[in-house]
């Protein structure tokens, strides 16, 4: 299960960071990147679309001088997340500008698409393409994803209901390429448990919400900090996709967690004026069941090493046994 040279040599730590939605911006990725992990953000993070020009310039940019001071200790690569959903009305402009910038990696999402696979192919970039069963892995495969990030159950934001075990068994049995796993990992014991369930890489988002360069409001960071697994429900409410939010925040908004309408599928949008009902929903909070190994919010780069010496120890423990 090898990976791409571009990605395995220039890991600290085998962790790629999760796009998050509003929440992932430049300092974030930057940071991550320079500590040795893959950092991500959502295109449509970036409004209107010429700020997301702008983005790639100065990731591109800073990443590049960090390299050019430190030979001995490169940046890990970064990556853009395309929604290639119909509803996505920025989608062709938004993959222009990642083959423009030769973004190194591009995260697909909600469907899978040929031509846009093609043309990161066409500038040697790789794609790795999320999916939440072994029906969605295959498809995503034959039109031509590099890899796969197997969102399992307990990840944040729009995740599965399968178990790790299972969804990771199931993909292995005819995948031999790239495979991360997404869901409720946020300690280095769990990044060395995905790779010990046949994951190459862990893939890690709501523990970056509780660092200082990340785009979200300081309740919304304490929150990490202060709750558990307990307080995740998993709810299409919000933006007509099934994902994990916290309930605290879902109160504070007037509804009953414990008692939520479902959403209609079809009404699901991704256009240039982002999820449905984003506005409305705007403070409510997602995150995964991982957020009990969150105590404290620091900076990305403390985060990353904490992950790095308990993945080691981790290692260590096991040689020992």
């Known amino acids: 299960m090898a990976l791409p040279a571009l990605i395995a040599n220039r890991l600290s730590v085998p962790v790629v960071a999760a796009p998050l939605f509003i929440i992932s911006n430049p300092d974030l990725v930057i940071a991550q990147c320079k ?53 996505n009305d920025r989608l062709e402009q938004d993959l222009a500008l990642c083959v423009k910038h030769r973004v190194p990696v591009v995260i697909t999402s909600l469907g899978a698409r040929e031509d846009v696979n093609d043309a990161v192919h066409g500038y040697g970039g790789i794609v790795f393409h999320d999916v939440i069963n072994d029906r969605f892995a295959r498809k ?23 178990s790790p075990f299972a969804l990771v068994q199931e993909i292995r049995e005819w995948f031999d390429g790239p495979l991360l796993l997404s869901g409720a990992i946020a300690n280095g014991s769990a990044v060395l448990g995905a790779q010990a369930m046949g994951a190459d890489l862990a893939y890690v988002g709501s523990a970056f919400i509780a660092t200082r360069e990340a785009n979200a409001e300081p309740g919304y960071k304490q929150a990490l900090v202060d709750y558990a697994a307990s307080d995740i429900v998993y709810t299409n409410l919000f933006t007509s996709v099934h994902g994990n939010y916290l309930a605290p925040s879902i109160r504070a908004a007037g509804l009953d967690p414990d008692h939520l309408p479902e959403s209609d599928p079809s009404k699901m949008n991704f256009g240039s004026g982002g999820n449905t009902g984003s506005k409305a929903w705007k403070d409510i909070w997602g995150c995964g069941q991982g957020i009990g190994a969150v105590k404290a919010v620091v900076p990305a780069a403390e985060l990353i090493d904490r992950l790095r010496r308990e993945y080691q120890a981790a290692r260590q423990r096991l040689a020992v046994a």
């Open 35 to 87: 500590a040795g992990v893959v950092g991500s953000f959502p295109s449509l993070n970036a409004r209107p679309l010429e700020v997301l020009d702008a983005w790639l310039e100065r990731i591109t940019g800073e990443l590049a001088a960090h390299d050019a001071a430190h030979p001995d200790r490169p940046s890990a690569p970064f990556a853009v997340n395309l929604i290639v959903h119909k509803s």
């Open 140 to 162: 995503a495969v034959e039109k031509g994803a590099d890899g796969l990030i197997a969102v399992a159950a307990g990840a944040g934001g729009h995740a599965g209901a399968i």
